[in-house]
């Protein structure tokens, strides 16, 4: 169920579950043992709130993350080690990591696959490359994913900040794409997918609790506003290593931002591909319309194992792929309150996202 493409072998890895029949040698066993004693321990000492998914969240280093993915971060931060030629996509929930896995999987191997029958079309975004954040103990043993060509590719939702310095320092080569979206359309989309993944155990989370949480930061990998300000701050530091990108541009002008995309990765497109339409082929081929319409993104098609707990069916990461949706949910006051938000928090930092008054 959790898979993902292997270029060059053209089929999907399909990682080993720890969980399993797999017999765990006993010093792995040891390992995750000491994690599992790590995290419980960390647990007791951190301020908790109300989880979107799950009962609770836990407020870890300025970020509300649960525990299971507080796991995967101790994780990373043990285990994972950049290489100099990773390329990283980086988002906030709902931000566009679908899409961006899609653009920038095709763009990676465009001169690898017909676009007519390519992989993406069988096996969808998500099998593109791994999400690091619960991959990393999905695998076995705990994955060093050194079987990925390079550049390894990897999503992340974890805010800059509590990175490994071998992803996240300014002298590593490895990169960074970071999508980001109005707050307002994040919250929406968000809201909508939790509430599908929700326990049935608890009573289903109302909008209007949502959108309280959300405007006081108390949400996974949130607060947004940190969550972004962290990743443009970085990209202003490091141009280079980080590409800053919104949803909204993106739609506007996708063929724009994927040659901006291509160029950042190290794979400019030549005159002669655009000449040839390899840009448009791209967009088309990583279009709402095109994938959402996919057998494997529809029902039935298939689904993402996140962690023993969480399995995502893959038509649940596409529902309306739209700007402004937020203006079917949000009273005026709604909105007035978190476009001051974004306001305050954004001040002086030259960015701007989402502001009513903007589009
Ligand atoms: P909506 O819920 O507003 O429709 P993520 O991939 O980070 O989980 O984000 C999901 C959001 O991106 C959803 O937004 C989804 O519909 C939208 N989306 C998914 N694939 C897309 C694509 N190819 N183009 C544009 N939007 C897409």
Partial sequence: ???????????????????GENQIPTEEEQAYKKLDEKLKGLLATLPKDKGWRSANIY?????????????GLLMINNYFHAQ?????????????????????FATANRHRYSFSDHPLRRNGPQSAFPFLDTHIFLD?????????????????????????????????????VYVCRDPKDALISKWHFMSKLRSKELPPLSFNEAYELFCNGVSE??????????????????????????????????SVELKKLAAFMGMPFSAE?????????????????????????????????FTAQVVVE???????GKVGDW??????????????????????????LGLTKEA
């Fill in 1 to 19: 169920m959790s898979t993902y493409l292997v270029p060059d072998q053209n089929t999907c890895h399909q990682p080993t579950s720890i969980t």
């Fill in 273 to 305: 591909e655009e000449k040839g339409g390899v840009v448009g082929e791209i967009v088309k081929l990583c279009s709402f319309e095109n994938l959402s319409n996919l057998e494997v993104n529809n029902e039935g098609g298939g689904a993402q194992k």
């Fill in 221 to 254: 990998y949130g607060p947004f506003w940190d969550h972004v300000l962290g990743y443009w701050k970085a990209s202003q530091e490091s141009p280079e290593k980080i590409l800053f990108l919104k949803y909204e541009d993106m739609k506007k002008e996708p």
């Fill in 314 to 320: 893959n038509r649940d990461f596409f529902r309306k």
């Fill in 140 to 176: 076995y043993p705990i994955t060093k994913f050194e079987h990925l060509p390079s550049p390894r590719m990897f999503a992340t939702h974890f805010a800059h900040s509590l990175l490994p310095t071998s992803m996240s320092s300014p002298s590593s080569t490895c990169k960074f």
């Fill in 84 to 104: 100099s030629t990773d390329i990283f996509l980086a988002a906030f929930m709902k931000c566009g990591t679908t899409w961006l896995k899609a653009l920038m």
């Fill in 59 to 71: 407020l870890h280093e300025g970020f509300w993350l649960s525990p299971q993915v507080i796991k």
């Fill in 327 to 352: 203006k079917n949910y949000l009273t005026e006051e709604m909105r007035e309150r978190i476009d001051s938000i974004t306001e305050t928090m954004f001040k002086n930092s030259g960015l701007t």
